[in-house]
């Protein structure tokens, strides 16, 4: 199960923090709502921090995110190092700049 909380939006700017797992069912909902948000005109940051699961279909959703433009912040070290070998940028740590 993911769970998917708007904790920030200022001016342009919205962050979502992901709680749970982004597994092949969620990872569809996540792309949608990040796009939707995108497509509105805001930057979108995505909190990892409380993010336990990544699956195959939610690297690949991550990984589109990324190219359009999203920031993927708060990795525990386990999460980055799955992104950076599937050549996606993400911060470390909780830092939500």
């Known amino acids: 199960m993911l769970r998917i909380l708007r904790e920030e939006v ?3 700017r919205v962050v979502l923090v992901l709680q749970g797992h982004i597994t092949a069912e969620w990872a569809e909902v996540l792309e949608s709502e990040s796009v939707g ?3 509105a005109g805001l930057r979108v940051t995505i909190d990892l921090s ?4 990544i ?3 939610g690297l690949h959703a991550l990984g589109r995110l990324v190219d359009g433009g999203v920031k993927i912040v708060g990795c525990s070290p386990l999460l980055a190092d799955m ?3 599937e ?4 911060d ?6």
């Open 50 to 53: 409380e993010v336990s699961f």
């Open 55 to 57: 699956g195959r279909a």
């Open 87 to 90: 050549g996606i940028d993400a």
């Open 83 to 85: 992104l950076e070998q």
């Open 92 to 97: 470390r740590g909780s830092g939500r700049a």
């Open 37 to 39: 948000l995108s497509l």
């Open 10 to 12: 200022v001016a342009d």
